[in-house]
């Protein structure tokens, strides 16, 4: 996994962390200094078990944030509306279960829960805002992820760092 060297061990950060199976997006924005970086965890979904891709996923994210100190929040993105075409809802409140106990229990940073629709109108200011445009609003602000769950990952740190700052 790619950690920058000036990210490790250096100030307070807000986690954006984006639930995916195939994609599970995370974004590590600065509260205070210019020191940023985001990745998202690929699995294969139609390849391993699904304890598989619950532990890869979780153990890559948790290993970054073993690697920085001083969180002051981390922002999840909510499930949504759960219907048949939302994916393996299951599977993707397991890995954030697992990344909530961390960050909750045992590193006491605060986590908030934020709603699709909220993410995106905050991103875009379009509620119903598509993967494309959550990248396009992400590359206007002179972010470029490889991936929407990179973007939403991002828009979700950002929230955390303006709640922080009493916004």
């Known amino acids: 996994m790619f950690l920058p060297r000036q990210v490790q061990g250096s100030g307070s950060y807000?986690?954006?962390?984006?639930?995916?199976l195939s994609s599970f997006g995370c974004y590590f924005m600065?509260?205070?200094?210019?020191?940023w970086f985001?990745?998202?965890v690929q699995t294969?979904?139609?390849?391993?078990?699904d304890t598989r891709r619950i532990l890869d996923v979780?153990?890559?994210?948790?290993?970054s944030i073993a690697a920085i100190s001083g969180f002051g929040i981390a922002v999840f993105e909510d499930y949504g509306p759960i219907n048949r075409t939302s994916g393996k809802v299951t599977?993707?409140?397991?890995?954030?279960?697992?990344?909530?106990?961390?960050?909750?229990?045992?590193?006491?940073?605060?986590?908030?829960?934020v709603?699709?629709?909220?993410?995106?109108q905050f991103a875009t200011d379009n509620g119903?805002?598509?993967?494309?445009?959550?990248?396009?609003a992400a590359a206007k602000e002179g972010y470029y992820p490889d991936t929407s769950d990179e973007a939403d990952a991002y828009f979700l740190a950002k929230i955390g760092t303006k709640l922080l700052a009493g916004e």
């Open 14 to 20: 807000s986690i954006g962390l984006d639930a995916s």
């Open 128 to 136: 119903n805002a598509s993967k494309d445009m959550m990248l396009d």
């Open 30 to 35: 600065p509260i205070g200094h210019d020191e």
């Open 115 to 120: 709603p699709p629709k909220s993410l995106k």
């Open 58 to 63: 979780a153990d890559e994210v948790l290993q």
């Open 38 to 40: 985001g990745f998202a």
């Open 44 to 49: 294969d979904t139609k390849h391993g078990s």
């Open 91 to 113: 599977q993707r409140a397991e890995i954030c279960g697992i990344l909530k106990h961390a960050l909750l229990r045992q590193a006491r940073v605060p986590i908030i829960m």
